[in-house]
């Protein structure tokens, strides 16, 4: 299986015609249905259903098409390592990570290492647990940033120095937002926006879930989010209150959403993780070197 052929794949799958696509990879029709029927022919699946002006993916074709995304991004991954000049260091840095106000000791680290390698870029991929460490897994990112409750066995890792307070996120007008903090009784009965993650049960302690103790399955959950942007617009739409990390959503005064502490203070820590093992390019070398000398040694 070819990488060009992939790029073939996937154009058509974009371009939902093989004379749209062929225009735009500048070679004939026919050499491109050639190349399409090849590839089917070598994985023994039919990619495509054919109709007279355009075509669409099989369910093959949409898993081929999730792979051959991942393939792509590590081939240029790998590509733009190797494209920087020994004597040089600079090149893409790949981090993904949950939304927590931490990434802001991140961020200082980044900036210091730019005034003193100008060839660095960074790629930021935002997504829950899960999805970070499937990227980690594939090699798609160097670097993560887990919120706890997070497995790091496969995982070596730093942990970061501040931790996130828990609160709810209520619209102004609502009667919880009358109370300084939010005990359990509190939100027995009220409809609960709740982040997937926190709520997953693993064989990690989970000192979220521990929080609610036996009045967690008689919540009203009414949704489950892995990022809060879309949460917080289900707020302000009285779906519900979001239970989530500080910081994260405008509770200022211009915003119509504020956010109240639980009691007791329920705090998670977080940590930068990468793969065990892992040969790491010059600059995500200097990335490492850096947050290891700031925020302590590697576990």
């Known amino acids: 299986m070819e990488i060009r052929v992939l790029r073939y794949f996937l154009t058509v799958a974009r371009e939902g015609s093989v004379t749209g ?26 990619l495509f259903v054919r109709g007279s002006h355009s075509v669409s ?5 949409m898993r081929l098409r999730k792979r051959a995304e991942e393939l792509l991004e590590l081939v240029e991954k790998t590509e733009a390592e190797f494209a920087v000049k020994e004597e040089t260091i600079g090149g893409d840095i790949h981090i993904g990570g949950g939304e927590t106000r931490v990434m802001r000791h991140l961020a200082m680290i980044m ?10 870029r960074y790629h930021i991929h935002s997504g829950n647990s899960e999805d970070v ?6 090699g798609l990112l160097d670097f993560g940033v887990l919120i706890q409750p997070a497995d790091l066995t496969k995982y070596d890792y730093v942990n970061l120095p501040e931790k996130d307070a828990w609160g709810v996120i209520t619209r102004k007008d609502s009667p919880l937002a009358a109370k300084r903090s939010i005990a359990r009784q509190d939100l027995l009965g009220e409809p609960l926006l709740l982040s997937r993650q926190a709520i997953r049960r693993s064989t990690a302690k989970n000192e979220f879930l521990e929080w609610f103790k036996d ?6 959950v009414v949704g489950t989010f892995n990022l809060v942007y879309n949460a917080a617009i289900l707020a302000e739409a009285g779906l519900g209150h979001i239970v989530s990390l500080d910081g994260l959503v405008n509770t200022t005064e211009s915003g119509t959403l504020c ?3 639980l009691e007791p203070r329920l705090e998670t820590g977080l940590n930068i993780v990468w793969k065990k093992y892992q040969v790491f390019s010059p600059a995500a070398e200097v990335f490492l070197k850096r947050i290891q000398e700031r925020f302590g040694g590697t576990q």
């Open 57 to 61: 993916l099989t369910p093959d074709g």
């Open 21 to 46: 696509a062929a225009n735009f990879l500048h070679v004939t029709q026919p050499t491109l249905s050639r190349q399409i029927k090849d590839l089917e022919e070598e994985l023994g699946v039919k």
């Open 259 to 261: 956010f109240r502490l």
């Open 215 to 220: 009045d967690f399955e008689k919540m009203d």
């Open 133 to 138: 460490t499937e990227r980690l897994d594939k």
């Open 111 to 120: 900036s210091e290492i730019r005034e003193e390698y100008p060839g660095i």
